[in-house]
């Protein structure tokens, strides 16, 4: 199972250091990084699924309309890209429902999809599904079954579908997966390490997983922009390397994997089978 999918965030969210205050004076590059998605997918009649950040619901709400028209899946990627094991509880909310009901009424449909920004819904936050859940979250995207740079969730086992259940609510699970080199668990599917990795170490670990989920950014494949002087070194190599080359390994991939949307997925899942997390209070 490949499962395709997006986080739709600008540039200059490939970081958690800057002031939110600030996006407004940054170049806007979405439009264009977006369409070249939108028109390879359209080509190959696939459909995927686009995780929103409410932000650019509320300041382009023209990209998102353009997403949904075009037959794609939307999910909420919080509204200030901000870490969730960072944030108080009653913060989370605030975020998360301003977030939903700015993309929603930019669609006009209730959005039951969630990913966290950085994968940071860790096991000391439990109580981000309880959240969800009272948000009208029904499948979520956010858990790294592993250590993470943002967190991480060790303890959830083997990556795959799972159903979650804290305080008396069930949560649909889909990990990111991982992949063990040298002693670390690192991800080959998106974002950095996609780009950092030759296509056809990409296709053998994707041919040996029974279960991948991708997760790209249109910032993945826009080798024109520009670079934030205020990252980390390591923050740098892992934004910006690899940018030229990244959409003609996206192309090879989905045409020789043809993934799927994640309701797709969850068509396809017996739930039933599926393993049970338990959380318990932290």
């Known amino acids: ?30 439009h264009a990084s977006t369409d070249r998605i939108l028109n390879l997918l359209d080509e190959r009649q696939l459909k995927g699924t686009f995780f929103i950040l409410g932000w ?12 949904h028209e075009r037959g794609h899946e939307l999910g909420c990627h919080s509204y200030a890209h901000d870490l969730v094991h960072r944030m108080r509880p009653e913060d989370f909310y605030s975020d998360t429902e301003r977030s939903l009901k700015t993309t929603e009424d930019v669609i006009g449909e209730k959005i039951v999809l969630y990913r966290a920004p950085g994968f940071s ?12 859940h009272r948000l009208g979250i029904t499948i979520d995207c956010s858990i790294f079954p592993a250590q993470h740079d943002y967190g991480g969730f060790p303890n959830f086992g083997e990556s795959g579908p799972a159903r979650i259940r804290f305080q008396g609510m069930e ?16 991800v080959f599917s998106g974002g950095g390490f996609f ?21 790209f950014h249109p ?6 922009q520009p670079m934030l002087p205020q990252l980390p070194l390591m923050r740098k190599f892992k934004s910006y390397y690899g940018l ?39």
């Open 1 to 30: 199972m490949n499962i395709l999918t997006f986080d739709l965030e600008e540039w200059f969210h490939c970081d958690f250091i800057s002031d939110s205050s600030t996006w407004r004076g940054y170049e806007t590059r979405i």
């Open 56 to 67: 650019v619901a509320e300041h382009y709400p023209e990209v998102v309309r353009a997403i």
């Open 121 to 132: 819904i860790t096991e000391q936050t439990p109580w981000a599904f309880e959240t969800l």
């Open 171 to 186: 949560m649909k699970e889909f990990p990111m997966n991982t992949r063990s080199l040298y002693g670390r668990n690192l």
């Open 195 to 215: 780009r950092l990795f030759p296509y056809p170490l990409i296709r053998k670990w994707t041919r040996e997983s029974g279960y991948t989920m991708s997760y």
């Open 219 to 224: 910032r993945d494949f826009d080798h024109g």
């Open 244 to 282: 030229k080359g990244a959409f003609g390994k996206f192309e090879k991939w989905v045409d020789e994997f043809e993934p799927i949307s994640l309701l797709e997925a969850d068509r396809q899942i017996n739930w039933a089978q599926s393993k049970v997390i338990e959380l318990g209070d932290v």
